[in-house]
């Protein structure tokens, strides 16, 4: 193997080691009950990021939405440009920044602190603008990106996504999901056939 991209995979394979030893479950508990807790009241779950953690928000609200928790992909701009419309009080956002300082974001979780919905806030900066805004945090942090440069997204974005994960299958255990209404949501594609065929 090359030996740049074998230092690559080392050093992601080590932050992601370390983040997975350093995930609060408390945290991640108390996440998913402000999720249950909204629900109860007919809350609704949005998912907002700029730049790559929006990617990262695309794919969680899916994950959440095929797992028994519906969720709605909010654009982290487009927020303040009407978008907002989506939340209303009593809704819960979560709001993804590696930097927890984001000015956009800022922007968007204001607003939406401002039309009355809950804030779970992911970032790799406990000590951040959005860990301080939110009404529960989610640590997603590591030391190394991965590339020479440091600065790229890598290991933190696995990060964000490592966290969410988490935080799917604490609701999913909640909500005491099976494969009948797994696959109501997803009755498609190999997934759907293998259970179809009960694989």
Excluded at 30 to 47: D, F, T, Y
Excluded at 93 to 103: F, K, L
Excluded at 149 to 168: C, D, G, H, W, Y
């Amino acid at each position: 193997m090359d030996s740049k991209l074998s230092i690559f995979l080392d050093s992601i394979s080590n932050e992601v080691t370390t983040f997975i030893k350093s995930i609060d479950e408390e945290a991640i508990n108390k996440a998913c009950e402000l999720i249950l807790e909204s629900e109860k009241k007919n809350g609704r779950v949005h998912v907002t990021g700029i730049g790559k953690p929006g990617h990262v928000s695309g794919y969680v609200s899916s994950l959440l939405s095929s797992t028994g928790t519906p969720a709605y992909t909010l654009h982290g701009t487009e927020a303040v440009h009407g978008s907002s419309g989506q939340v209303v009080e009593g809704d819960v956002v979560i709001a993804i920044s590696n930097s927890g300082e984001t000015q956009e974001l800022k922007a968007t979780v204001e607003t939406l602190k401002g039309n009355g919905a809950k804030i779970i806030g992911v970032s790799g900066n406990a000590d951040s603008w959005l860990s301080h805004a939110s009404d529960v945090f989610l640590f997603a942090g590591v030391k190394n990106e991965g590339g020479c440069l440091n600065k790229a997204p890598r290991a933190s974005i696995i990060a964000e996504t490592i966290v969410l994960q988490a935080l799917s299958i604490s609701l999913q255990y909640a909500k005491d999901l099976d494969l009948s209404q797994y696959y109501k949501w997803h009755p498609g594609g190999s997934l759907g056939k293998s259970i179809r065929e009960g694989r």
